[in-house]
């Protein structure tokens, strides 16, 4: 089974901390994702990356950066919390598809992180 | 610009009874995918069902169907037989093959099954 973990499912920072946020794969998958999801606004690309130390912004990449230095892992860092990064972050990850293939993702557990 | 709407933020429906979950999209590409997802109160999400755009015929997976109307950009999830289980928030995904496997939500529809 395809796994895809999260570092911590509770994670509670204060405003202006540095934070990271990691995810880690099992399935040799090239890409790999940062949602955030809020209510009412379903699922938010925050990055994404489709190869290590490739990346490319989502929907609401501001306030936010990424790292991937090695394939199965991709971490999401808030260099400076705010308050309005509270949310739940989900990390999913999928294969390369080609044309009419599709790319089921398969998401992690997610970190409901509370910035004070 | 690709778009996904989920009309319905939450329903209820009897245990047993079939339900219609609707999704609409926007897209000029060609060539795209549909998914639907289901997130339980535990937040995990499930992938259940797709469909292709160039798949004539319509995705089922067990009590899931996807109701595809192409020429209406209509992806509504139909669960025949709901269980309690069935509970969760349920979402629509789009996927176009022009981006590099990049994927949007819609805003996602509260299911709520009665016993």
């Known amino acids: 089974d395809v796994k895809v973990t999260q570092s911590s499912r509770y994670l509670v920072k204060r405003t202006g901390e540095k934070v990271f946020l990691e995810c880690v794969q099992d399935m040799d998958h090239e890409n790999m994702f940062w949602y955030r999801q809020d209510p009412g606004l379903g699922l938010r690309l925050i990055y994404f990356?489709?190869?290590?130390?490739?990346?490319e912004k989502g929907d609401i990449p501001e306030g936010y950066s990424v790292s991937r230095e090695k394939k199965e892992r991709f971490s999401l860092i808030l260099e400076s919390a705010s308050t309005n990064q509270t949310s739940m972050y989900l990390c999913a990850s999928s294969l390369v598809g080609r044309d009419s293939s599709y790319n089921e993702q398969f998401f992690g557990p997610g970190t409901r992180l509370t910035v004070l | 610009a690709q778009k996904i709407t989920q009309t319905q933020p939450g329903m209820f429906v009897q245990e047993k009874e079939a339900v219609t979950l609707d999704c609409t999209y926007d897209t000029s590409d060609q060539s795209y995918g549909l998914f639907w997802y289901k997130q339980p109160s535990s937040g995990e999400m499930i992938f259940l069902i797709y469909?292709?755009?160039?798949?004539?015929q319509n995705a089922t997976e067990g009590r899931y169907s996807l109701n595809f109307q192409k020429a209406r950009k209509s992806a509504n999830l139909v669960i025949s037989a709901s269980q309690l289980g069935d509970s969760a928030m349920y979402f629509c995904a789009m996927e176009w093959y022009s981006s590099a496997s990049k994927i949007i939500f819609g805003s996602g529809t509260r299911l709520s099954i009665r016993p």
């Open positions: 469909q292709g755009s160039y798949d004539e």
């Open positions: 990356s489709y190869d290590v130390k490739m990346k």
